[in-house]
């Protein structure tokens, strides 16, 4: 069955039938259920109708979990990007009940994602398989696609706010609680859930087989949930199930899910077929004719400079014209002397291990392939009469010389710096950062340009899991095995005993290690947060520009002020104002 045709019919019927902000107007108030289900694409299209508004909700989880860390960034520049200061306050973890965005935003998609998903499952509830010509096989693997999805948004509310509503009804709010539940009962829900739907989901059989699979759940991406769910488990419900998250994440690797594989390059499970790509484990299908929101402004759209189309020739703008809503955060001083934070810095992370393919200037190669992550230094062109020119900042007039930290460089030129030293928040240009493309901005005449799927899951993510919960449990060798699995694919052979972890290298991993892996390999992945939190570092520690919490209470966010005017059943979360 290829479902990803469904998702895609499915994006263009919910643009114009379903409000993504708005529960009230979704399609299930237009189309009654006894007018619309008569074919078995009918069927097959409500199921994953629910995902196109998934998709459309991961830019909220991203703003949340990586502009409250310690790597990306959204400093001032020459005017541009304060804002009010809400970056400020994600940044300096200064964020209340009236701030409203994204938190509120978060908390209302995910919630209105599962009331679309119980529509679905009690709709299907309602159906004969055999009208249809569903096999029941069939049948229940549809069934599972929007329980898993439903389980999926929990783990999203659980993570950001702890404290939630449990709703598994949408024709009868008797089922559903008014008012928040212990996060123990979300998380046990959660938990049988994905453990129930694994045995009715499909396998992915063989390698090669990902592009009939892409964009619905199988075994293997209900288990990497139920990885996900155990292995924060301390956080969230202060058990410690790291034992239960090894065990599923090595069924895992061990094939018991499907077939999966580390790709032999970085690039390959973002790349314009990254529906192919066998680490792949769970993706939403993304394409120019259809949606594309992680090539969003609130995504990595904006992660490059604002005039960085003409450095890629995509001067169309097909999503938009740049803008740099994200940059790493600063490794450098205003001196040129390099901060000795222990978090933050991704760059200088990145360069602690010589010969990493990431670390290459971004550009296209042709045929829709690219080498490089990042963007720094000058950044030059050929324009339309054959002249060398450089990306400049807007509405200035300076050329960009993008670096490694956050001040007023303006035109300076690339061996000085400013004489004004206040490197923070609020007083950066456009050369403050360096930006970094993950998902590739191929040229209006490459013919893949923004083809790729957003990856949701991929096979690092199991293994890195995998080998944390091996580090917790004193296995430091086994670990290390584990994560130069992966490893390897970044760096040239020859670098192996530098770079690779002992014993396979001369490299000690310990947690601090640990953590600053996740942040290479996952950098700007919208999971940063989280990250920090597991292992005692968001609230407690320091990096640049941002000294430690007062308390805890910001490892959830507040509930913002209209939810809790909507709902007079709800609780403020713990350290936050009524």
Known sequence: MKLYQYIGAATLGIASLCSCTDLSETLYDQVGTQNYYNTKSDVERAVFRPFEHAYWSIQSRHVLNELSADQLITPTRDGWWDDGGKWRRLHY???????????????????????QCNYVIEDLEKLDPSRFGFSQP?????????????????????????????????????????????????????????????????????????????????????????????????????????????????KILDGEYGAYEVADRWDAPFDWNNNECDEVIFGFPGSQGYSFWHYQGDTYWWTVPARARYYFNDRKAKGGDHNTKYAASPSYDLNGKLYEYELGMPVQNFRKYPGDERMKLYRNLGNSTREGMFLFGYLEYTDEDGSTKRVAAPEQPYDLYIRDAVGRFQSLSPDRWPADKTSNLMNGDHNSGWHFAKYPFYSD???????????????PEIIYSLAECKLRKGDPRGAAVLLNSVRKRNYPAENYNQVLYAPEGTVTLDEREMLAEWGREFFAESRRRIDLIRFGKFSRSSWWDKTPDVDNHTEIFPIMRPILNSNRSLKQNPGYND
């Open 93 to 115: 973890h200064q964020w209340d009940v009236e701030d409203g965005g994204d938190a509120q935003t978060e908390w209302n998609g995910c919630f209105q994602g599962i009331m």
């Open 138 to 250: 069939e049948f229940d693997n549809l069934a599972a696609q929007a329980r898993v999805l439903r389980a999926w948004f929990y783990i999203r509310l659980l993570d950001a706010f702890r404290n939630i509503p449990l709703a598994v009804s949408y024709n009868n709010v008797d089922l559903n609680t008014t008012e928040q539940v212990e996060p123990k009962r979300i998380f046990t829900f959660i938990e049988e859930e994905l453990k129930d739907c694994i045995d009715l989901l499909v396998k992915k059989e063989s390698l090669g087989s990902n592009a009939l699979l892409q964009g619905q759940w199988t075994k293997a991406g209900a288990a990497a949930l139920l990885v996900r769910l155990y292995l924060n488990a301390q956080v969230y419900v202060g058990e410690d199930r790291y034992s239960d998250c090894a065990e599923v994440a090595q």
């Open 445 to 459: 005449d490459d013919a893949h340009q923004m083809e790729s799927d957003y990856t949701e899951i991929r096979l």
